[in-house]
């Protein structure tokens, strides 16, 4: 007898790359390069020593900037450069709308397990309202853990308070996507909209069900 599959009460969503773009990631940091005129090499190095600790919370903005753009003099402030950082996310308007439809439809637990920075984190939540899709943030920066670490996930379990075969998790990341996988957790690799849509009604989470 084919047992029946467990019905979906929660979504675990990575942030950037799925609903907003990514937040600092390389191509960004290139641009950044490129309008500034800072040494690519240098720029990198620093960065990549810096990162981890700067995603997991450990340390400031401020701090993080001073180690790897500020650490000699420059004819642009930090406030300028800040404000570039900003102005790079934009939202995946699509992906968004279909996540509160289904949420809305299906009275989902929605929780954000990302790979943020705080005061990014912080930026991105409020400008483009994810509070009000997402019941609560499993971010990096607040938790001093990130992926590709399964202890953020376990965090993220056991705060929902939810059995991880009613989960869904997205990510773009496939590494991620597996590390969910390993726990238990259904969990999709996102490429575009119409991918994860279909993926997620292959699980019982169909939109055109809602309409």
């Known amino acids: 007898m084919q047992m029946q599959k467990k019905k979906i009460t929660t979504l675990f969503l990575d942030i950037g790359g799925v609903l907003l773009s990514n937040g600092w990631g390389h191509s960004f940091r290139n641009l950044a390069v490129e309008k500034f005129h800072l040494d690519s090499e240098a720029f990198e ?33 930090k406030d300028e450069f800040t404000s ?15 996540m509160r439809t289904l949420k809305d439809a299906y009275k989902l637990k929605v929780v954000a397990v990302s790979n943020e920075a705080r005061e990014l984190n ?9 509070t009000e899709l997402i019941d609560f943030f499993v971010s990096s ?8 670490d399964a202890t953020i996930f376990k965090l993220a379990l056991d705060a929902a308070q939810v059995p991880s075969d009613e989960i869904v998790y997205i990510d773009d990341v496939q590494m991620f ?15 575009d909209c119409a991918t994860t849509s279909k993926a997620l009604a292959a699980l019982g989470l169909d939109i ?3 309409t």
Do not use: S
């Open 45 to 77: 190095l620093r960065h990549k020593l810096l990162f981890v600790v700067y995603e997991e919370g450990r340390i400031t903005l401020d701090e993080y900037l001073d180690r790897v753009v500020f650490y000699e003099k420059r004819d642009f402030t």
């Open 84 to 98: 570039f950082m900003h102005a790079l996310t934009t939202p995946n308007i699509e992906t968004i709308a279909l």
């Open 122 to 130: 912080a930026y991105r939540i409020k400008t483009f309202k994810l």
């Open 141 to 148: 920066c607040y938790f001093h853990v990130r992926k590709p």
């Open 177 to 191: 996507v597996d590390v969910a996988k390993e726990l238990g957790i259904n969990a999709i690799r996102h490429t």
């Open 208 to 210: 055109k069900e809602t």
